[in-house]
């Protein structure tokens, strides 16, 4: 007999936010990605990095995308970010403080549930400055094709009604790796260093 205490499982809201999505020309699968839920003014948004539907130096144009859900139980809840969720650049995050990836590198996800994994990763350059003058900082993280979408999120310290049950923070929408042009491939290991949009993007991108 199975007791109502084993039938209780609380899982962690943080993965339920995210998804795996995969591009396709007509059938022929091109690439994965990750993405995250975003609700404002009661829309439901899909949130990734653009060169995941669009990316012109790859000739990278998919028709069709899927979006993988889980196989939780019916009653499981998927939870969304909000505008309340996402961090100004404007406030000081401190560099090398930890923050999460969460998304499905190299596609890889607890397969019976469709679950993404977490990686663990530090602001690794001037929080609210735009790096190079683009409208990105930089994590220090290791991370691999298919992360790309992933949000990049910081843990709240303190109780913040407007927040729910999820006590995260979302920095940025992960983009890409940066390495070196002039890196000297057997004598130089890679950077290590990532790219994320500065995530307050997303209200500009879901405004009317």
Not at 42 to 50: A, D, G, K, N
Not at 53 to 66: K, M, S
Not at 83 to 93: A, G, M, Y
């Amino acid at each position: 007999m199975t007791t109502n205490k084993q039938q209780t499982r609380v899982i962690d809201p943080l993965p339920r936010t995210a998804a795996c999505i995969r591009s396709f020309e007509q059938q022929r699968p091109l690439t994965n990605a990750s993405g995250f839920f975003f609700e404002r003014d009661e829309r439901l948004f899909l949130t990734t990095s653009w060169h995941v539907l669009v990316d012109e130096p790859t000739g990278h144009y998919p028709n069709r995308l899927e979006i993988e859900r889980s196989a939780l139980p019916e009653t499981t809840i998927y939870r969304a970010f909000t505008p309340d969720h996402l961090h100004s650049p404007s406030d000081t995050v401190e560099a090398g403080t930890p923050i999460l990836i969460v998304g499905f590198p190299l596609s890889f996800h607890d397969s019976p549930h469709h679950m993404p994994v977490v990686r663990h990763a530090v602001v690794a350059s001037s929080f609210g400055l735009r790096f190079q003058g683009q409208g990105y900082f930089l994590t220090d993280a290791r991370t691999h094709r298919g992360t790309s979408g992933s949000p990049v999120v910081m843990r709240v310290s303190e109780s913040n009604p407007k927040l729910g049950d999820l006590p995260w923070m979302a920095l940025g929408v992960r983009s890409a790796r940066i390495d070196l042009g002039s890196r000297d491939l057997v004598l130089d290991e890679a950077l290590g260093l990532n790219c994320a949009w500065y995530a307050d993007i997303i209200l500009t991108l879901t405004s009317d």
